[in-house]
Nanobody, 119 residues
Framework: QVQLVESGGGLVQPGGSLRLSCAAS????????MGWYRQAPGKQRELVAA?????STNYADSVKGRFTISRDKNTVYLQMNSLKPEDTAVYYC???????????????WGQGTQVTVSS
């Protein structure tokens, strides 16, 4: 069984910073990519940033230059700087991974962590 455990959310003032972490554990053969999504009230879940096993990164236009995604083995981080009120959302960790050699790729999600940007 695979678990993704997130941490690091909270309340921060506009212009502040937060660092989210997500650790994947369980019987994992390999991880193809990990990423962060967010969902604000009344809106669809959207990709924030993703990083592949090779280190390639992808960012939403709204966070480019402010957020940085990084990965260390089975843990992914999201460093969020210059936070804005519109960054307020529940942030979800995602991992695209293989449970064994030759297994189909599966998508796994964390439970979500609240990020609130407000003065």
């Amino acid at each position: 069984q695979v678990q993704l455990v997130e941490s690091g959310g909270g309340l921060v003032q506009p212009g502040g910073s937060l660092r989210l972490s997500c650790a994947a554990s369980g019987s994992i053969f390999s991880i193809a990519a990990m990423g962060w999504y967010r969902q604000a009230p009344g809106k669809q879940r959207e990709l924030v940033a993703a990083i592949t096993s090779g280190g390639s990164t992808n960012y939403a236009d709204s966070v480019k230059g402010r957020f940085t995604i990084s990965r260390d083995k089975n843990t992914v981080y999201l460093q969020m700087n210059s936070l804005k009120p519109e960054d307020t959302a529940v942030y979800y960790c995602n991992a695209a991974l293989f449970l064994w050699l030759g297994a189909p790729r599966g998508d796994y999600w964390g439970q979500g962590t609240q990020v609130t940007v407000s003065s």
